[in-house]
């Protein structure tokens, strides 16, 4: 079946250093793929998605590109700050027939950034 | 409304007792789906619903746990004689039907069940 591999945290960094976080998967078709933040105490929130191979998603600084060939869709940051501190999770939407939308999500990955 | 909202923010219940959390999705989102997450980062879907249809019920432990999503009311779900390993939190999300692929999910905030 469907599924989504991250690299296992907790992750600790410096602020203003280079972030990534890995993110494999294994699907029949060609599933969308998110990355979704959770802020302590909140609940997810999208940060950014790819619909189609090659496709850059990319926001708050954030950057992750769908990569058919390897597929991954690993989550890069140039630079952290202390606020980017959450759990981030990879997630795929399975294309299966009919109208089902459940996600298949990662384990989330947690990153800490120290100041 | 523009968030999804869920409530209560928190509930205690004990072993034995009843549950019930609710959840308005975003007006005008025609899905709605549950979560469960009960290790820091682990998330299990439960059940999702088309309006007031039920979608996807593989992830419900049917025996205690129930959800309904009726016209002008939040959806709901129900967790009768809950257990203690139903502590978790419980995330509710909704989408929009227009692009079913890549329409993504708006979660709430969750509702933190412990059992006692």
């Known amino acids: 079946g469907d599924s989504v591999t991250q690299m296992e945290g907790p992750v600790t960094l410096s602020e203003e250093a280079f972030l990534t976080i890995n993110c494999t998967y294994t699907a029949t078709g060609y599933p969308s793929l998110f990355w979704y933040v959770q802020y302590p105490g909140e609940g997810l929130q999208l940060l950014l998605k790819a619909t189609k191979a090659d496709d850059k998603g990319s926001n708050k600084g954030f950057e992750a590109t769908y990569r058919k060939e390897t597929t991954s869709f690993h989550l890069e940051k140039g630079s952290v700050q202390v606020s980017d501190s959450a759990v981030y999770f990879c997630?795929?939407?399975?294309?299966?027939?009919?109208?089902?939308?459940?996600?298949?999500w990662g384990l989330g990955t947690s990153l800490a950034v120290n100041p | 409304g523009e968030e999804v909202a869920q409530t209560p923010k928190h509930l205690v219940r004990g072993e034995g007792q009843k549950a019930k959390l609710y959840c308005a999705p975003i007006k005008g989102h025609s899905y709605v789906f549950w979560y469960q997450q009960v290790l820091k980062n682990e998330f299990k879907f439960l059940i999702s619903?088309?309006?007031?249809?039920?979608?996807?019920e593989t992830g419900m432990p049917k025996e205690r746990f129930s959800a309904k999503c009726l016209p002008n009311s939040p959806c709901s779900l129900e967790i009768q004689a809950t257990k203690l390993e139903d502590s978790a939190v419980y995330f509710c999300a909704s989408s929009q039907t227009s692009d079913r692929k890549s329409s993504p999910l708006h979660f709430g905030n969750g509702t933190r069940l412990t059992v006692t």
């Open positions: 997630a795929l939407s399975a294309t299966n027939a009919g109208n089902n939308r459940k996600l298949i």
């Open positions: 619903f088309q309006n007031e249809n039920v979608f996807d």
